[in-house]
T-cell receptor, first 112, second 114 residues
Framework: GNSVTQMEGPVTLSEEAFLTINCTYT??????LFWYVQYPGEGLQLLLK?????DKGSNKGFEATYRKETTSFHLEKGSVQVSDSAVYFC???????????FGSGTRLSIRP | EAGVTQFPSHSVIEKGQTVTLRCDPI?????LYWYRRVMGKEIKFLLH????????ESGMPNNRFLAERTGGTYSTLKVQPAELEDSGVYFC????????????FGSGTRLTVV
């Protein structure tokens, strides 16, 4: 079945460091891929998405590229800020698009 | 536009009691989803409504969980009787056209069963 595997946290970085959170997926067909973020005390927010191979999603300085050959959708940011501290979830839509399948989440903490 | 609203934000109940969670989707969104995250694990799908009909309820864990969406507007998720393993965060989401472009999520209800 479809599944998402993302790097376990927690991840702790210093402000202005480079961030990578790895995500790989298993899916039949051509799913859409997402990164969601949950800031402390808030709900899930869609951070970025890519709907086909080689698409790059980007938002708030974060980027992720849909790599079909490696079945990956790694999240990157060149210079993180304290305000980026949150839990990040990689996800895919199944082929029928009736539901989204999530990874286990990666907690990111940025220290000043 | 108002977002997806969930009530209550927190609930603490004793094992064996009943709890009802409510979700108000974005107006006009026919698709409504329930998910939950237990013990810091992955967020798991529970079920999907299209208007008032259950499109997919394959993720409902057992018959102690009952979801309804009367009139295709708000939805309720009842847990009766609650067990300790039901503790977690329950998220509701809505969308216009399925999951291909992502959903809008509510802030979640944190349920603690003691």
């Amino acid at each position: 079945g479809n599944s998402v595997t993302q790097m376990e946290g927690p991840v702790t970085l210093s402000e202005e460091a480079f961030l990578t959170i790895n995500c790989t997926y298993t899916a039949t067909g051509y799913p859409s891929l997402f990164w969601y973020v949950q800031y402390p005390g808030e709900g899930l927010q869609l951070l970025l998405k890519a709907t086909k191979a080689d698409d790059k999603g980007s938002n708030k300085g974060f980027e992720a590229t849909y790599r079909k050959e490696t079945t990956s959708f790694h999240l990157e940011k060149g210079s993180v800020q304290v305000s980026d501290s949150a839990v990040y979830f990689c996800a895919l839509s199944d082929t029928s698009a009736s539901k989204i399948i999530f990874g286990s989440g990666t907690r990111l903490s940025i220290r000043p | 536009e108002a977002g997806v609203t969930q009530f209550p934000s927190h609930s603490v109940i004793e094992k064996g009691q009943t709890v009802t969670l409510r979700c108000d989707p974005i107006s006009g969104h026919d698709n409504l989803y329930w998910y939950r995250r237990v013990m810091g694990k992955e967020i798991k799908f529970l079920l999907h409504f299209v208007k008032e009909s259950k499109q997919d309820e394959s993720g409902m864990p057992n018959n102690r969980f009952l979801a309804e969406r009367t009139g295709g507007t708000y939805s309720t998720l009842k847990v009766q009787p609650a067990e300790l393993e039901d503790s977690g965060v329950y998220f509701c989401a809505s969308s216009l056209s399925g999951g291909n472009y992502g959903y809008t999520f509510g802030s979640g209800t944190r349920l603690t069963v003691v």
